[in-house]
């Protein structure tokens, strides 16, 4: 597999380095539009357009044209667009645009990742693409947190019924069904983990059993990437090619669990040294106060009058000296 004859910065808005961009899996996901020779694409959830500049790099080689789906797209994607006319960006939610604009040939789905947003987007698409037509189907997101466990943009827009409770300020972690204090920061994500009706996978799996024909791959690789379609598509045995290899590979999944483990479990010390330094923070301040308090300057000169007079004391009390010694250290 070739890389792209371009180069992209997979973490131009990911300063963490987490890997949350699908960019991530350009590699792989590119090839498998050539190979189905796409000369239309729409992204769902371009939010800063790292991926949108992927593909209207590789839509200028291709000859293929580009939208971007998001209803509050960031600067950098404004100013993608602004840059490159060949690129149409869409500032409406992908329910509302889905509807109406020209079924491309490929469609990107990484917008807000839940099961009714994702079934509502299929729901829609299967609609105007009942069959053999539909167009192939890209998706991120797929394995943890999220694959399994809703999470919302803006809980209101999602009805009530459909709607888990939320983890309202605590986090989670990969192995654990519920929530933690210290966890990974999601907290607009569902809070728990599992069961129907629960997380982005649950909703593509159920579009693809209820359809003839529509083959479902999952490479389990920067929070799980997936790509649908019907496997009569003449172009069909060309894209297995190029995925069954990764089609939820063990060694694949090991490494991602490794990976979201570790990412947890650095985010959760990265929260105790934070309180650690806030605590330090209070501690220094509190005896940068005694320093400056005239009490305590009584208290001192005091204990010391008793200690030269013979007089004893159950407790000491701590000299400025020994304070000023604990701030330098």
């Not at 790292?50 to 960031?74: C, H, K, M, N």
Request: glycine content about 8%; some cysteine.
């Amino acid at each position: 597999m070739t890389r792209p004859a371009y180069e992209f910065d997979p973490y131009l808005n990911d300063p963490e380095g987490w890997g949350v961009s699908l960019a991530q899996v350009a590699e792989i996901m590119l090839p498998c539009l050539d190979a189905a020779a796409v000369k239309s694409v729409a992204e769902v959830g371009a939010f800063a357009g790292d991926l949108t500049r992927v593909l209207v790099a590789w839509g200028a080689e291709a000859g293929a044209r580009v939208q971007a789906i998001d209803p509050a797209p960031q600067p950098g994607l404004e100013q993608l667009a602004a840059e490159h006319p060949q690129l149409e960006l869409i500032r409406e939610t992908s329910i509302d645009a889905l509807p109406r604009i020209e079924l491309p040939d490929a469609i990107v789905i990484d917008g807000d990742h839940n099961y009714y947003t994702v079934s509502e987007e299929l729901r829609l698409i299967g609609g105007r693409a009942p069959g053999v037509e539909l167009p192939m189907l890209l998706f991120h997101d797929v394995r943890w947190p999220h694959g399994r466990r809703d999470d919302y943009f803006d809980p209101d827009q999602i009805p009530a019924d459909a709607r888990h409770r939320t983890a309202d300020g605590d986090g989670i972690v990969p192995g654990d069904p519920g929530v933690v204090v210290g966890g990974l920061p999601y907290p607009r994500s569902a809070a728990h983990e599992g069961g129907p009706g629960n997380g982005v996978l649950t909703a593509i799996e159920d579009f693809v059993a209820a359809r003839e024909g529509v083959r479902l791959a999952v490479v389990p690789i920067f929070f799980g990437f997936a790509v649908a379609w019907h496997t009569d598509r003449p172009w069909s045995e060309q894209v297995a090619a190029i995925l069954d290899p990764l089609d939820r590979n063990p060694v694949l999944e090991r490494l991602e669990a490794n990976r979201v483990t570790h990412l947890a479990r650095g985010y959760q010390r990265q929260t105790e040294l934070w309180e650690l330094q806030r605590r330090l923070t209070r501690q220094q301040q509190l005896l940068e106060r005694l320093l400056d308090s005239s009490a305590f300057a009584v208290a001192e000169k005091l204990s010391r009058l008793r200690a030269g007079a013979g007089i004893a004391t159950e407790q000491s009390v701590v000299s400025k000296d020994e304070i000023r010694a604990a701030l330098r250290d």
